[in-house]
T-cell receptor, first 113, second 112 residues
Framework: DVKVTQSSRYLVKRTGEKVFLECVQD?????MFWYRQDPGLGLRLIYF???????EKGDIPEGYSVSREKKERFSLILESASTNQTSMYLC????????????FGPGTRLTVT | AQSVTQLDSHVSVSEGTPVLLRCNYSSSYSPSLFWYVQHPNKGLQLLLK??????LVKGINGFEAEFKKSETSFHLTKPSAHMSDAAEYFC??????????FGAGTTVTVRA
């Protein structure tokens, strides 16, 4: 089974802090994604990566950056957290040519106060 | 503009009765289509996917969906609801290779 793990299940940060969300997968998938999930809005793509050191902006990249130094790890960075970034963050991976099934991690619920 | 719309934000059914979750998309192309389910406090799980093969797609747990190009719809059905079907369901469309566009979600409640 594909396993996608996220570093924290719940996280509370203060406004202005730098926040790192980590995602690790164990299936050697080329593609990795970061989404945020908000009630009534579904999931919205923040960034994705189709190879090590490669990244592409999604639909809502403002206020976020990403890093993929190794194939199995994809990090989401909030340079200066703001209250409107309070949300559920989901990491996903997918193998091979897209579109293909995405496998999701359990999510990190981030609260920025 | 390309978009995906789930027509019901909440559906309530009795156990043993049929479930219908409606999804329409807007696209100039023939997209790839998916349904995902999210149980409370769990990650998203793929129910089924359509990628231009048979228009009636069977998924896990007794769900199926029919792609109707003329209606730009991809509705999800199950003949008999079970209590374990209570969850949030997302219709997902891929308009290009990497990006998935998610609908707003439909919450299903199953009454005993």
């Amino acid at each position: 089974d594909v396993k996608v793990t996220q570093s924290s299940r719940y996280l509370v940060k203060r406004t202005g802090e730098k926040v790192f969300l980590e995602c690790v997968q164990d299936m050697d998938h080329e593609n990795m994604f970061w989404y945020r999930q908000d009630p009534g809005l579904g999931l919205r793509l923040i960034y994705f990566s189709y190879d090590v050191k490669m990244k592409e902006k999604g639909d809502i990249p403002e206020g976020y950056s990403v890093s993929r130094e190794k194939k199995e790890r994809f990090s989401l960075i909030l340079e200066s957290a703001s209250t409107n970034q309070t949300s559920m963050y989901l990491c996903a991976t997918a193998a091979g040519a897209m579109p293909n099934e995405q496998y999701f991690g359990p999510g990190t619920r981030l609260t920025v106060t | 503009a390309q978009s995906v719309t789930q027509l019901d934000s909440h559906v309530s059914v009795s156990e043993g009765t049929p479930v219908l979750l409606r999804c329409n998309y807007s696209s100039s192309y023939s997209p790839s289509l998916f349904w995902y389910v999210q149980h409370p406090n769990k990650g998203l799980q793929l129910l089924l996917k359509y990628t231009s093969a048979a228009t009636l797609v069977k998924g896990i747990n007794g769900f199926e969906a029919e792609f109707k190009k003329s209606e730009t719809s991809f509705h999800l059905t199950k003949p008999s609801a079970h209590m374990s079907d209570a969850a949030e369901y997302f219709c997902v469309v891929s308009f290009n290779d990497y990006k998935l566009s998610f609908g707003a979600g439909t919450t299903v409640t199953v009454r005993a």
